[in-house]
């Protein structure tokens, strides 16, 4: 597949077939996402992949519930009224979740561990797959709590939860806002 085909045609896709995805498919993205570069190239991260849908039912569940108690106005909101919903999956039933964690936190942690997932992300839709980032989860997972249900040690500081899986359908493309571009000169 041509990059570009790749950049312009990835989904943040919120629908997925119940089909496994083999684990040497899930090797060669992570493969993929460890090419990313990293600052000083320390490649500081770490990748756990969760295929039980009970662990998944359950880290959506504590996952909605410490949104909803951190951020207690976000009930209220449109954006995230689906939150309220006790039927609502925050992993949207995806068959496999990667985590990409910074081992410890470190300088830049935050950018390598996005910039992995970018490459990740792109990898899974060269194989057809669907994939969808899912900050909801981000802030239980960083909780001792959240890191305790992982078994991630308490050093470990999860950055990039992304979804993948076999897309049900097409996904629609959401419009871009135009760049805003400065010219200095
Ligand atoms: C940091 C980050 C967090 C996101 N969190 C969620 C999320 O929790 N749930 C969700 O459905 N989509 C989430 N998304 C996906 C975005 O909504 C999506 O990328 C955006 O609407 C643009 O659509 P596209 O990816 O199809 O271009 C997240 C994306 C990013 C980059």
């Known amino acids: 597949m041509e990059l570009h085909d790749a950049i312009y045609g990835r989904r943040a896709v919120r629908e997925y077939l119940p089909k496994p ?8 993205l992570i493969d993929a996402a460890i090419q990313a570069p990293s600052a000083v190239n320390q490649q500081p991260w770490t990748f756990t992949v969760v295929r039980n849908e009970r662990v ?23 954006h995230f009224h689906s939150l309220n919903d006790p039927h609502f999956q925050i992993f949207y039933h995806a068959p496999v979740l990667i985590i990409i964690s910074a081992i410890a936190p470190a300088p830049w942690f935050v950018e390598d561990c996005a910039l992995a ?26 909780t001792p709590e959240g890191k305790a249900l992982l078994g991630f040690p308490i050093s470990c500081a999860p950055v990039a939860p992304i979804i993948i899986g076999e897309p049900k359908g097409e996904t629609k493309p959401v419009a871009r806002k135009e760049a805003q571009i400065r010219w200095v000169s």
Request: proline share 2%; net charge negative.
């Open 21 to 28: 995805i083999d684990q040497s498919v899930i090797k060669s």
């Open 56 to 78: 998944l039912d359950q880290l959506s569940r504590e996952s909605k519930a410490h949104m909803l108690k951190s951020h207690p106005g976000i009930r209220e909101s449109d």
């Open 117 to 142: 997932a970018q490459n990740l992300m792109l990898a899974a839709y060269e194989e057809g797959l669907g994939s969808c980032w899912i900050g909801f989860a981000q802030g239980y997972l960083n």
